[in-house]
């Protein structure tokens, strides 16, 4: 018996039709996008629905009907799913003059095979006997199948079959009979997991933590609320009923002997006696007489040994000849030791490295003499879809290691070449759920949401790991760090085509390891671990920077984990190595998180920038010289460069241009660095005294004023001076509505002129930058005047967005007082009316198409498919101008939002000098009173203990020490005093 019998299982499954489905297919290859072809297309899609419907109805009606000789069979291969096929056009892989045989997962009438008598005493029309020896003839080749002597050039161990003229004969051999009613019961080859009813967990094998050559079985604890979604591919379990036909799997009984297969090991349960000595109460009470023997579960290889056999046990009064129903509660009974399985309360992985775990999850599994009634299992039902999910993950991870062995010393031929070509891409379309794909898709194009359960199952199954020592097998040590092959000794070799296939199998792996990674945390701390590896292959066009980027954006805690000094200075030599902007782009981003500063990351960068004396030549010094702007950098044959920053930003050159990138991107790292408040950069980017790197408010400002200069460059001076000067001390936020003041603060008269809702350190820090006041209001002004464009204009946006957010600091600083933010409030409104980006000239085609007034609705439809048609076509051309609308879109979105955030700061300011007014109204009217009628007692006196006065949301009350009468009348005097603010 092979090792793993589920390859060789067949189902024998009736003729089905395919005439209207193989109509469809071609109707789709030839990819006719005309409104006719579309109906026909229509059409034959109903057909061919049709015709899948009725072959399932004709398939349901004959099944468990016997099979003659002459009749037309298809074989349907159970672990793929898939019908075994003949392609006549197609020569074999290893035979070339014979015809080839593959698995489809549809079929076709290649797959129809007619069962011959091979002996002369069988006939036509006699009933086919198990154990005869037969001959599937090709409906379509009109020949026999044959088991070629030749092996695959991809599996040593197994031969070709193909389509021939010798016949060969096949011996039929029975797995199982056909009983409607057997999904109700437990069968041979069915895949369960065996779920501990009193401890909630599952019985489980994987490798030992502290030794990886051996599998421990265990009951996986979880800390997952509800214990059933705790499911991994290691608990599945294959059962395998035990007959003296070693092909033979029925349905089991109760009286019946099993083994169980560990599906991801093809590894047998079994039992074995126990040494370990560690004291276990619940072992004492089930191990019966002093002295006797304890067992407990492990995994071995051999399938006949004795020590493998199982019988179970019903929890209910059930007839020993009663068949096993699939959800039944069971007790695990060893045969051969005659003892119970039981749970444990030692821990496996209390230890790991030599390290307490604070997490432990493995639970030994004993067996003991006495049988306890708890002791029950629930056997769970497996899915045939996980099943096969989980055989395709596994042989695919047993090639990946294959071909990582061969390609390490440098023996994989171009077959296997192509193999692993086309097992990754089987991959990445297997977690995004994109099996159908026509192989002509470009897999670098193909996106979608990867499934979370096959993400999981693939780093279980040991793929993610696979994919690392691929990509580490193609390179020598001295080509990358941590490499172990022999193919590639220097990374520039990736450039030859020679090595075209080693550079296509890294960017796929590359590829699928970032599908691997969307939104699953263990995964991205699996990959994470392997982060400095990545970053030795960044620059050479293998995808593994827009991996990386991947995987950190957005992740504070990977990056807080896992961004040490290390990562920091290989990002460094990038830069130096490549002299791009790319680089540094990511040391920016890894400073942020969803917007918010990274702390420690600011730090480990702000050292390697201003304290590594190493990377000084890296930077880009600006300066004041004769009243202009001077850029001076070490240029790439180590002498000093200068140039006037408006002849940089029209460059002459590529050198320039390359220098403009960079000193772009350095703006936009030291703004990322200074981001809340980040003292450790702003202090070194203010003092005088380093004149190489310090950014005087001065020289920003004339950056940011500069109308010669790009809308971008400008941008960034505006971010810079926000992060570095702006968002920094001494300023504070200013309070926009206060809610409690004091009765000797509030003045007896206000007006617009007089009122302030800040207090005279923030009207000191505004005049510090007047020069910036000055700037965003001239800004603002500009922007309403000119109309034509208004914010219509992408390149002149990203400006606009920076300096809103900049007026949207300053203002909640109290560098405006109350009369300017009246003026910048209808500024800011007047620009939010502006008309955006005009609608595409592609959308505004096929909605004049469809919306056109008196038209019919086959014209309509006709014309939208013109439109259709004519983006089609420019769609390849459209896709960069797709991306600038989106950018756009999301740069306006948010200058919107600062826009509105400033009104709101507004309105808040404009209530508050509301009820400014109205409370100094109501403190000249009390005062006024209070003097014509002294005695008053409806009025508190002027004493030390009624001094306060109480404002809160809107309701105000007198202080402490007042008379009943004088508070209820002085709340009512301010509760009308509010309302008429409202």
């Known amino acids: 018996v092979p090792k793993k019998f589920r390859d060789c299982l067949f189902k024998i499954c009736p003729m089905n039709r395919y005439s209207a489905q193989k109509q469809y297919a071609r109707a789709l290859e030839s990819g006719n996008q005309d409104f006719t072809d579309v109906v026909i297309q229509r059409q034959y899609q109903q057909a061919a629905e049709l015709e899948k419907e009725q072959n399932i109805q004709e398939a349901t009606k004959i099944n468990g009907t016997k099979i003659k000789y002459g009749c037309v069979v298809q074989l349907l291969h159970l672990k793929s799913n898939k019908f075994l096929t003949v392609n006549k056009r197609l020569p074999g892989l290893v035979e070339r003059n014979t015809m080839r045989v593959f698995l489809d997962p549809v079929g076709d009438e290649g797959s129809w095979f007619c069962v011959n008598p091979y002996y002369k005493h069988r006939t036509m029309n006699d009933d086919v006997i198990v154990g005869d020896k037969v001959i599937l003839k090709s409906h379509v080749a009109d020949q026999p199948m044959h088991a070629s002597e030749h092996k695959l050039a991809d599996n040593s161990d197994c031969n070709e079959v193909n389509i021939a003229t010798c016949e060969d004969s096949w011996k039929v051999s029975l797995f199982r009979d056909h009983d409607d009613d057997s999904v109700a019961f437990l069968k041979g080859g069915d895949v369960v997991r065996l779920f501990h009813a009193e401890e909630a967990k599952f019985l489980t094998a994987d490798k030992d933590p502290n030794n990886s050559k051996i599998l421990s079985v265990f009951l996986r604890n979880t800390g997952r609320t509800s214990k059933f979604d705790a499911t991994s591919s290691k608990a599945l379990w294959e059962v395998e009923v035990v007959s003296d036909n070693p092909t033979y799997g029925g349905i089991g009984q109760w009286d019946s002997f099993y083994r169980f297969k560990h599906l991801s090991s093809d590894e047998y349960l079994a ?69 119970w399985v039981h749970s444990m309360g030692v821990i496996l992985d209390k230890v790991v490295g030599g390290k307490p775990n604070s997490k432990p999850t493995m639970l030994k599994v004993g067996a003991a003499r006495e049988r306890d009634d708890k002791e029950a299992f629930a056997i769970m039902q497996v899915d045939v879809s996980d099943v096969r999910e989980l055989d395709f993950c596994n042989d695919s991870a047993k090639i990946l290691a294959t071909n990582v062995k061969k390609i390490k010393d440098g023996s994989i031929t171009n077959i296997e070449k192509k193999q692993e070509h086309k097992l990754l891409k089987d991959l990445t379309l297997f977690v995004l759920r994109q099996e159908n794909t026509r192989e002509s898709e470009d897999l670098f194009n193909v996106s979608g949401t990867p499934c979370k359960v096959r993400q999981k199952l693939m780093r279980e199954e040991a793929i993610l790991k696979e994919l690392f020592n691929t990509l580490k097998s193609i390179f020598s040590p001295e080509a990358c760090a941590g490499c172990s092959g022999v193919f590639i000794t220097d990374m520039t070799q990736l450039r030859e085509p020679r090595f075209s296939w080693a550079k296509t199998i890294c960017r796929l792996c590359y590829r699928l390891i970032r599908h691997l990674a969307t939104d699953y945390r263990k995964n991205q701390e699996f990959i994470a671990k392997e982060f400095s590896f990545m970053q030795s292959q960044i620059g050479f066009d293998l995808l593994a920077e827009e991996t990386t980027t991947h995987l950190l954006n957005n992740n504070r805690s990977l990056m807080e984990k896992h961004i040490t000094m290390k990562e920091i200075n290989n990002f460094f030599a990038l830069v130096r190595r490549h002299k791009e902007p790319r680089f540094i782009t990511c040391l920016a981003e890894l400073c942020t998180s969803r917007g918010v500063a990274m702390p420690r990351t600011q730090e480990l960068i702000c050292k390697a920038v201003f304290e590594d004396e190493s990377n000084e030549d890296l930077l880009y010094e600006t300066a004041f010289q004769m009243g202009v702007i001077v850029i001076r950098w070490l240029g790439e044959d180590g002498k000093k460069q200068s140039k006037l920053l408006i002849d940089l930003v029209k460059p002459e050159t590529e050198q320039d241009a390359a220098a403009l990138a960079m000193y772009r991107a350095q703006l936009n ?46 941008a960034s001076f505006c971010r810079l001076m926000l992060h570095l000067h702006i968002d920094a001390e001494p300023q504070e936020l200013v309070t926009a509505v206060n809610y409690a003041r004091l009765w000797t603060d509030l003045p007896d008269r206000l007006t617009i002129e007089t009122y302030s809702n800040r207090d005279d350190s923030h009207a000191a820090n505004a005049t510090n930058f ?105 769609n390849a051309s459209g896709n960069r101008q797709k991306e600038e609308e989106e950018e756009n879109r999301k740069v306006l979105l948010q200058t919107k939002i600062q826009i509105l955030q400033i009104l709101q700061f507004v309105m ?56 009943g009468n004088a508070s209820s009348h002085s709340t009512s005097a301010a509760s009308t005093a509010a309302a008429t603010a409202a």
């Open 271 to 339: 039992a074995v006696e126990d040494q370990d000595e560690t004291p276990d109460s619940n072992r004492v009470r089930l191990r019966g007489r002093k002295g006797a023997k304890v067992y407990h579960l492990v995994t071995i290889a051999s399938r006949h040994d004795v020590a493998t056999i199982f019988e179970i046990d019903s929890t209910a009064l059930q007839n020993p000849d009663d068949k096993v129903p699939r959800d039944a509660f069971v007790r695990l009974k060893h045969m051969a030791s005659n003892t």
């Open 770 to 874: 007047s020069g910036v006041i000055n700037f965003v209001s001239s800004y603002l002004q500009i922007i309403e005047k000119d109309k034509s464009k208004g914010l219509a204009d992408v390149e002149r946006n990203k400006l606009t967005v920076e300096v809103v957010t900049l007026a949207r600091h300053m203002i909640f600083f109290g560098f405006y007082g109350f009369k300017q933010l009246i003026k910048v409030c209808r500024l800011l409104l007047n620009i939010l009316d502006m008309n955006s980006v005009p609608e595409s000239p592609s959308k505004a085609r096929a909605s004049k198409a469809t919306l056109r007034k008196g038209q019919g609705f086959l014209e309509a439809r006709a014309d939208s498919f013109t439109s259709m048609e004519v983006a089609a076509s420019s």
């Open 669 to 714: 790292l030291f703004s990322e660095m200074c981001l809340d408040r980040q003292y450790i950069a702003i202090k070194h980017l203010k003092d005088e005294k380093n004149k190489t790197k310090t950014m005087p408010v001065n020289l920003i400002l004339g950056c940011m004023s500069d109308m010669l200069l790009p809308y971008d460059l400008r």
């Open 908 to 963: 808040d300011v404009r209530l508050d000098y509301r009820l400014s007014h109205m409370l100094a109204l109501f403190k000249r009217m009390h005062t006024k009173f209070s003097h014509s009628n002294p005695a008053s007692p409806n009025y508190p006196q002027a004493s030390p203990n009624n001094s306060a006065f109480q404002y809160t949301a809107g309701v105000p009350s007198a202080g402490v020490g007042g008379s």
